[in-house]
T-cell receptor, first 113, second 111 residues
Framework: DTGVSQDPRHKITKRGQNVTFRCDPI?????LYWYRQTLGQGPEFLTY????????KSRLLSDRFSAERPKGSFSTLEIQRTEQGDSAMYLC???????????FGSGTRLTVV | DAKTTQPTSMDCAEGRAANLPCNHS???????VYWYRQIHSQGPQYIIH???NNETNEMASLIITEDRKSSTLILPHATLRDTAVYYC????????????FGKGTRLHILP
């Protein structure tokens, strides 16, 4: 069990650029979640996959955000035309079944300058 | 919206038991109580969850009141490494509800 891996750990980008983050869940976990966390706040839910199907998206996920999980394994989160307000920690989590706790990765810290 | 109320912060002396309270007065019969913690610069870490009965694992104990309107997470012998933000969450796991985090309790373990 190597845990949930996120890449990169840190990303600095200029406003208006596109960024893509990757999440590799625990291999047997069929559920994958993306959250965003800003300073002093708890993580906010963004979206959720069961296998390759994206089952729920938060209102926070504007049309500049897109997430994929093409083969039901790793997932990517892309932000187009980044804005300074997108600066946050982006967290990925996975779980095996409904009652189980989530396993979180260490996150990708995005800074938009 | 988070359905729980927690103190903003708490202190506990190293080696003592840390008791973290959580109110969830509107909890429904199908909702479980989950606890996570987040150490600085890391992702949240699952600690424990329960429905009605008290639960214990290698990390902590969870005490749920009989009416299920509140619970307490107990770290039996707190160490400096337990300094973190602790989140209490209620979730209908049978409906596969997503986890909604509040602001949690910032626990400081004092040497």
């Amino acid at each position: 069990d190597t845990g949930v891996s996120q890449d990169p750990r840190h990303k600095i980008t200029k406003r208006g650029q596109n960024v893509t983050f990757r999440c590799d869940p625990i291999s047997e976990h069929n559920r994958l979640y993306w959250y965003r966390q800003t300073l002093g706040q708890g993580p906010e839910f963004l979206t959720y996959f069961q296998n390759e199907a994206q089952l729920e998206k938060s209102r926070l996920l504007s049309d500049r955000f897109s997430a994929e999980r093409p083969k039901g394994s790793f997932s990517t989160l892309e932000i187009q035309r980044t804005e300074q307000g997108d600066s946050a920690m982006y967290l990925c989590a996975s779980s095996l079944e409904t009652r189980a706790g989530y396993t979180f990765g260490s996150g990708t810290r995005l800074t938009v300058v | 919206d988070a359905k729980t109320t927690q103190p903003t912060s708490m202190d506990c002396a190293e080696g003592r038991a840390a008791n973290l309270p959580c109110n969830h007065s509107t909890i429904s019969g199908n909702e479980y109580v989950y606890w996570y913690r987040q150490i600085h610069s890391q992702g949240p870490q699952y600690i424990i969850h329960g429905l009605k009965n008290n639960e214990t694992n290698e990390m902590a104990s969870l005490i749920i009141t009989e009416d299920r309107k509140s619970s307490t997470l107990i770290l039996p012998h707190a160490t400096l490494r337990d300094t973190a933000v602790y989140y209490c969450i209620v979730r209908d796991a049978n409906r596969d509800d997503k986890i909604i985090f509040g602001k949690g309790t910032r626990l400081h373990i004092l040497p």
